[in-house]
């Protein structure tokens, strides 16, 4: 099958570091074709993720007022043990050279230091502090039954497009 | 037990177990913790107008949409089994500052008394849920990751644009707590 990545007029570098596949354009992508149920794997450990959100009060909108005002050492707390444990997993990954489930080889990539870390990082900062809420939380959110979020989520849905539309025209 | 674990976790728990998604994603299939990235799959998939930052194969991009799938799920299995029965604990110089502008409600994580339905149609919900939304998109996309791509994936890996970009969404939230959050607080 013809990859319709290879194909598209892309030829920009990718600033966007999570979208992964856009990195490994003509890099060894992974040749394996896996069905669909596959990706079920992912859903768990979303299920998983989002549990330990609700339950650690990350999702919180006064958790999250309690952060930005130096009230709580909790969430400072998550983080910091998460990075650590997140780079202690990473350090063991690269020097035992662990391998995916399915024997691939485990890459990173290195990202490029754009204005957009500057721009972004305010403005996606101030609407933490507004709504709460971070990506993963509002998905938990709507989860947890408070479905007005749906909304919150619809809007940052547009404003993502919004980005993606005025994207040439901003500073990178 | 379940008595436990329906208590709210411990940061020294919540935060290990956090940072042991990064392994997980990678060892299941070589992917980078990232959630924000998901917004922009979806508009890849229903509305990519021919915009070039949306055309790419979304579909290679699906176990990011599983995996929020899965965050909602969790959300929901872990308010129905695991609720925790009592009132939010907050501290108590906020609690003082929340009752100033009507909050009393601490019965539910996301607080009712200003994110709800019928706010929503005031000038406080719209800046609340809709403008703040928006920024989350724009804002998260514009920084190339949120809270798990650039402060968990990209500190893990030692990226120093990630550092920067945190920095960033804190100076960003102290300014809005501080300044923004009151204002738009204040308005009813």
Redesign the interface.
């Known amino acids: 099958m013809e ?3 290879k194909t ?3 030829v ?1 570098t990718n ?8 990195d490994t354009i003509c890099v060894n992508e ?1 040749q394996l074709e896996h069905k669909w149920y596959h ?31 130096l ?5 400072y ?11 202690l ?2 350090f ?2 690269k020097k035992l050279r ?1 391998k ?3 024997g ?11 204005k ?21 939380p ?12 749906l ?15 005025l ?1 040439e025209k ?1 500073p990178h | 037990m379940m008595q436990i674990l329906s208590k709210p976790w411990p940061w020294y728990v919540a935060g290990p177990l956090i940072g042991l998604t990064v392994p997980l994603l990678l060892i299941l299939g070589n992917k980078s913790f990232g959630i924000s990235s998901s917004l922009r799959h979806i508009c890849a998939a229903c509305l990519p107008a021919g915009i070039p930052f949306f055309k790419y194969d979304w579909r290679k991009e699906a176990w990011n949409l599983f995996f929020v799938a899965g965050i909602f799920l969790g959300g929901f299995l872990a308010s129905f089994w695991l609720k925790n029965p009592e009132p939010v604990q907050v501290h108590p110089q906020l609690h003082q500052e929340l009752s100033k502008y009507g909050i009393q409600d601490y019965s539910s994580l996301v607080p009712k008394d200003i994110i709800n339905w019928n706010n929503l149609f005031t000038l406080q919900g719209i800046l609340m849920m809709v403008l703040g939304g928006f920024l989350i998109g724009f804002g998260t996309r514009y920084a190339g990751g949120c809270t798990s791509g650039h402060a968990i994936m990209g500190l893990s890996t030692l990226q120093w644009p990630s550092l920067i970009a945190v920095i960033c969404f804190m100076v960003g939230g102290f300014f809005s707590a501080h300044f923004i959050v009151p204002l738009i607080l204040s308005l009813k």
């Not at chain 1, 600033?15 to 596949?21: A, I, L, M, N, Y």
């Not at chain 1, 707390?77 to 780079?87: M, T």
Request: hydrophobic share 50%.
């Open positions: 990859n319709p990545v598209s007029p892309i920009e600033t966007d570091f999570e979208v992964r596949s856009l992974s990706k079920l794997k992912y859903l768990l450990a979303g299920i998983f993720f989002g549990i330990v959100l609700v339950k650690a009060e990350v999702v919180s909108w006064f958790r999250i007022q309690e952060m930005f005002r009230q709580s050492f909790h969430m707390g998550i983080i910091g043990s998460a990075v650590l444990v997140g780079a997993s990473v063991l990954i662990i995916t489930i399915y691939e080889e485990i890459t990173f990539h290195p990202k490029k230091f754009t957009g870390q500057i721009f972004g990082g305010l403005l996606f900062g101030i609407g933490w502090a507004i709504t709460g809420a971070c990506p993963g509002l998905f938990a959110q709507i989860g947890m039954g408070a479905t007005v979020v909304i919150t989520l619809l809007s940052a849905i547009v404003g993502t497009w919004v980005y993606g539309y994207r901003l």
